[in-house]
């Protein structure tokens, strides 16, 4: 694996490169001064000036305030999208592998790689790890939002539509946008202390954990002409619980528990004695977070601007596994005597670095950019086993290591003129874009068959570190892919009340081939208070690289000790091929929308109906039998699969009164499986079709003065289902009701300059329904950590302190 030590003393001398820069520049324009942030947006539209309101597409835009006075859980992005967002959906989830340390979000229902994620209009990187054991975004390598400091971030803007045909792959559901902020001057340092205040009534206790403390600074530097603005974050969370009283494993669902002996023998004593007791885990695993971030520009003597920014990311984190009985095929007594739980131990390491040239040439406005992503996902085990290797395996495990880099260059021109009488502007730009993506293997205890054959429940000894195997070097990989394309973006203002857009994007990969998509959008001014708006587009999600070669697997003891293996293969590998697995190709789209805006005064309301159809959705498919290849007894591999139709819509109002401001929206979704291989898993339609809230209602209300500051929020969650199938016909099923969620936020200011607040996620303590007992797994896990999307961590309460310069 590379080291990113290089990269971070890159970083660090950016500041140190910039400033030589802008004192060998002359005087200059002030190109590099923040733009009127409250008026334009950079996604959705590539005319100069474009705001939200006059976008013929949907897009939302969160300021810099929205992002401090959030009333949510450490500040946190993805919470502040979900929060504000109606169509944003982004669970805690629980017991996940590595779902736990990377959070992933979805749009309209989508998956969460079907949402292009931005940096200054310019591509992110997704993470390295793909997540397998996670309900929602199963399958899907997902931008990780919480890499990027929250006090570096001027704005957020959310693109409500797809947009394939301007931005590329991946923007099927939409576009999220975040900029980066660019003040030459001031700034700011905060911190926050909170935790959970909770009480767990299924164990009737008042508990006090998930301890969050966060530490930030921004600060602006002029640089002559030009801006130099860093920032950085420190957050460290403690680990929350909210499992129930242990009643112990009373029958053998082979997908979480091996043989254990049964209750009530002599044999099974040791598990017994553990009834009644909290021995799993539900919640938030530990976390310690360093995210830091520049932005920086200068304006050269030929009036174009030399720009950069980036950002780093250092996160330690933690997520619990299912728990081991002390007398199990899946431990070793003599080295856990009481049972153990297998605790997943990640190092994320995310880089990121951006540079470009931008300014006007021949009345060409002109943006030449290179940049360059990488996300490394260290990961482990800690208090595990590999019960074959007896009294002499380690606790401790190495299990991989994977690392996804990304290097995307762009060459764009933009300008208006006039056809006639009619205004015009036209974009045009070139892609090329490099991925890579290798891994490593594992510890050699962490995947290899040790001595031991009989297990201490009365089966076989497990194989591997418990919670996971390890990679091991045959399944390891090294690949890359190019890409190449070039699109052509152009608007018309027909009259001074009707706007066209058009786009087409041409896109060349190496592996899979090329595609070509296209959109129509319009907006229509009726009067001057009411307009609509309209889009129709094709767009699609090229295979990730994660998707096309997933590898790993899981080995067991067969008859007579021979070593049997369920394996995890990349699509192009011969076995899978013999077994209908073929080269994955683009997910395809195609998507409608119509609304309208009507506003008056300080009231306005938006309404925009969506369908997005998705032919050949890319999933994880089930386990196939494999006959008559030696050591191997079953096969799963990633592909084309599914079709889908999503249907549904947004409505959002406001209202500004005096020193008040409120908000209502709504969302509701619905996304159906038009097509699927016979056989297709019944849990895998639950997770496509109704494990997301079926709908979701936000009202918000401000109100400020020169002193305080107060928000009030509601969010209502809608409905959601989950669907088991344990085999055997045994598919229990629980519907879980809606729930709101009550934020606060009162912020008293001090003096002009320092302030301090208190504040509450969830205020009123409210938890989701109980999962009923096929579910719980036995009273363990009382709520549904998979797909619940308020999580099950009750009540957050915070105090926090800012001070500006």
Do not use: C
């Given at each position: ?26 005087s ?200 130099l603005n ?9 680990a ?63 009036g ?12 330690d984190?933690?997520?619990?596994n ?14 856990h ?93 070139l ?50 892919r ?54 129709v587009?094709?767009?699609?999600r ?26 995890n293969l ?216 998979g797909?619940?999307?308020?999580g ?14």
């Amino acid at each position: 694996m590379k080291t990113l030590t290089g990269e971070i003393l890159v970083f660090a001398s950016i500041a140190t490169l910039f400033s030589g820069a802008s004192l060998a520049q002359g005087s200059s324009s002030s190109s590099a001064s923040s733009p009127d942030l409250e008026e334009i947006t950079v996604v959705g539209s590539r005319s100069p000036g474009r705001s939200a309101e006059d976008s013929p597409v949907p897009v939302d835009v969160l300021t810099a305030d929205d992002l401090v006075q959030s009333g949510t859980i450490g500040g946190e992005i993805g919470s502040l999208l979900q929060s504000n967002i109606p169509s944003f959906n982004m669970p805690r989830q629980s017991n996940s592998d590595q779902a736990d340390m990377v959070r992933a979000a979805q749009l309209r229902g989508l998956n969460p790689d079907q949402v292009l994620v931005l940096v200054n209009g310019k591509r992110r990187h997704t993470s390295s790890v793909i997540s397998v054991e996670s309900k929602l975004g199963r399958g899907s390598a997902a931008v990780d939002f919480n890499n990027i400091p929250t006090s570096a971030i001027e704005r957020i803007e959310v693109l409500r539509d797809g947009a394939a045909a301007q931005y590329g792959s991946d923007a099927i559901a939409g576009v999220i946008n975040i900029v980066l902020k660019q003040g030459s001057e001031g700034g700011n340092i905060s911190a926050s202390y909170g935790a959970h205040m909770t009480s767990v009534d299924v164990i009737d206790e008042d508990i006090t954990d998930g301890q969050t403390a966060v530490f930030s600074f921004n600060r602006g530097f002029s640089l002559g002409d030009g801006y130099l603005n860093v920032s950085g974050e420190y957050r460290d969370r403690s680990a929350t619980n909210r499992a129930g009283f242990d009643q112990l494993p009373t029958i053998g669902f082979a997908e979480f528990i091996v043989p254990v002996p049964p209750s009530g023998t002599p044999e099974a004593a040791p598990n017994d004695a553990l009834a009644g007791q909290r021995n799993y885990r539900l919640g938030d695993g530990e976390s310690e977070d360093i995210n830091l971030s520049f932005s920086a520009g200068v304006g050269l003597d030929s009036g174009f601007e030399l720009y950069s920014f980036g950002t780093y990311s250092d996160r330690d984190a933690q997520g619990a596994n299912f728990f081991r009985y002390p007398v199990a095929d899946d431990n070793v007594a003599a080295i856990h005597p009481a049972g153990f739980l297998p605790i997943g131990v990640a190092k994320v390491t995310d880089f990121s670095l951006a540079a470009g040239l931008k300014g006007e040439l021949s009345d060409w406005r002109v943006d030449g950019s290179f940049v360059f992503g990488q996300n490394t996902f260290d990961d482990n085990l800690e208090n595990s086993v590999n019960p074959s290797l007896g009294a002499a395996s380690p606790t401790s495990f190495h299990r991989a290591e994977y690392e996804y880099s990304q290097t995307v260059i762009n060459l764009d021109a933009s300008r208006g003129f006039d056809l006639g009488n009619l205004p015009v502007n036209i974009a045009t730009g070139l892609e090329f874009r490099r991925e890579s993506y290798e891994s490593s293997a594992g510890d050699e205890a962490s995947y290899i068959a040790g001595p031991v054959t009989a297990g201490e429940g009365g089966g076989t000894a497990r194989i591997g570190s418990q919670g996971g195997s390890g990679l091991r070097p045959d399944e390891t990989f090294d690949v890359d892919r190019d890409s190449f394309a070039v699109f052509l973006d152009a608007e018309f203002e027909l009259t001074e009340a009707v706007l066209l857009s058009a786009a087409v994007r041409f896109e060349d990969f190496d592996d899979f081939g090329n595609t070509t998509n296209g959109k129509l959008a319009a907006r229509w001014e009726l009067t001057d208070d009411f307009a609509v708006r309209g889009a129709v587009s094709t767009g699609f999600r090229a295979p990730s690289l994660a998707q096309a070669f997933f590898s790993g697997s899981s080995t067991s003891f067969g008859p007579g000790g021979a070593l049997i293996s369920t394996v995890n293969l990349p699509t192009s590998d011969p076995l899978a091929i013999a077994n209908g697995a073929a080269e994955l190709e683009p997910e395809e789209s195609d998507s409608r929308s119509i609304g309208f805006i009507w506003g008056h005064d300080a009231f306005s309301v938006t309404f925009d109906y969506y369908e997005i159809d998705i032919d050949d959705r890319i999933v994880l498919g089930g386990t196939l039998p494999v006959t008559g290849v030696p050591g191997i007894e079953g096969i799963r591999f990633f592909g084309n699969a599914i079709d889908t139709e999503t249907e549904g819509f947004d409505l959002v109002a406001t209202y500004s009164l005096d020193q008040w401001n409120f908000s209502a929206a709504y969302n509701d979704s619905e996304t159906t499986v038009v097509k699927s291989p016979a056989g297709f898993s019944i849990e895998e339609i639950n997770t496509l079709e109704t494990a997301a809230p079926e709908d979701k209602v936000i009202l918000s209300t401000t109100w400020s003065n020169d002193r305080v500051s107060v928000l009030l929020r509601g969010v209502r969650f809608g409905e959601t289902k989950r669907v088991f199938d344990f085999g055997g016909g045994f598919e229990p099923t629980q519907i879980y009701d809606a729930e709101w969620s009550i934020d606060t936020d009162v912020q008293f200011n001090i003096s002009d300059s320092w302030s301090v607040a208190v504040g509450a996620n969830n205020l009123l303590d409210e938890y989701p329904d109980e999962s009923i007992f096929d579910i719980s797994f036995f009273g363990n896990l009382p709520y549904d950590g998979g797909i619940v999307p308020s999580g099950v961590n009750g009540r957050f309460v915070y105090l926090r302190t800012s001070y500006d310069f």
